[in-house]
């Protein structure tokens, strides 16, 4: 009786070490864990130091190099302070937020958009030497847009053109390139009444620009 009495005990002793071992196996896994949730990679990422307007340019007292944890680094989040000073805003900055690819734009691009007289939009379509007074239209000229459709003219009048983007011709053996001889690509402000009558009379057929003058 006295042996059977010990193997029972001895049967117990192992449960329970059993037992115990699993118990200290799980938190020992949950230490595990918490300790990588507390290793979790931090990253330098650029972030705005205070606010500030749209369209301003941007000093390096405007931004500030913070650490964050890598999952919450935001898509276009930049890194690089030199990659945004002497730029430009985009939009409004608000104090905190990541300062992302999208945020911020060159003065060359930053001009262009405040040369958009306001309540209007830019508007690009392609000009050819056959639509009228090609390699004579520079920005900050005014032109007429005409078309002729089913026996009727519409004409978008006195159009300011913002930008044109004008293909340099492949030059002869001993000549210089010229301007103008291809399709170029003109920019122009209009309103959004005018850019639907303005698409409107590009799909129905050839439109011709008519320079004028700008008083």
């Known amino acids: 009786m006295a042996r059977r009495g010990n193997l029972v005990l001895l049967a117990i002793a192992i449960v329970m070490a059993l ?10 896994r949950i230490q595990t864990q918490r300790a990588a949730v507390g290793r979790v990679p931090m990253e330098s990422v650029l972030v705005v130091a205070k606010s500030v307007p749209g369209h301003s340019k941007i000093d ?3 931004v500030r190099l913070t650490q964050v944890p ?3 680094i935001e898509a276009g989040a930049v890194t690089d302070p030199s990659q945004v000073v002497g730029q430009y805003t985009a939009t409004s ?9 999208g945020m911020f734009q060159s003065s060359q691009q930053a001009s262009f958009v405040s040369s958009i007289p306001s ?7 392609a000009d050819s030497p056959l639509i009228g007074v090609d390699n004579l239209i520079e920005p900050g000229n005014y032109i007429d847009i005409q078309n002729f459709n089913q026996g009727k003219f519409t004409t978008l009048t006195h159009i300011l053109v913002l930008f044109v983007d ?3 011709a492949a030059a002869s053996p001993g000549q210089q390139a010229t301007t ?12 959004l009444q005018q850019a639907e009558t303005l698409t409107k009379m590009l799909s129905a057929g050839q439109i011709h620009l008519l320079l004028t003058n700008a008083s």
């Open 60 to 62: 390096a007292t405007d």
């Open 166 to 168: 004008q293909i340099q």
């Open 70 to 72: 890598a999952t919450a």
């Open 119 to 125: 309540g209007e939009v830019a508007y690009t379509f």
């Open 180 to 191: 103008g001889s291809g399709n170029d690509n003109i920019t122009v402000a209009v309103t």
């Open 19 to 28: 037992v115990t071992s699993l118990v200290v196996v799980r938190e020992l």
């Open 93 to 101: 900055w608000v104090q905190g937020q990541q300062v992302l690819s």
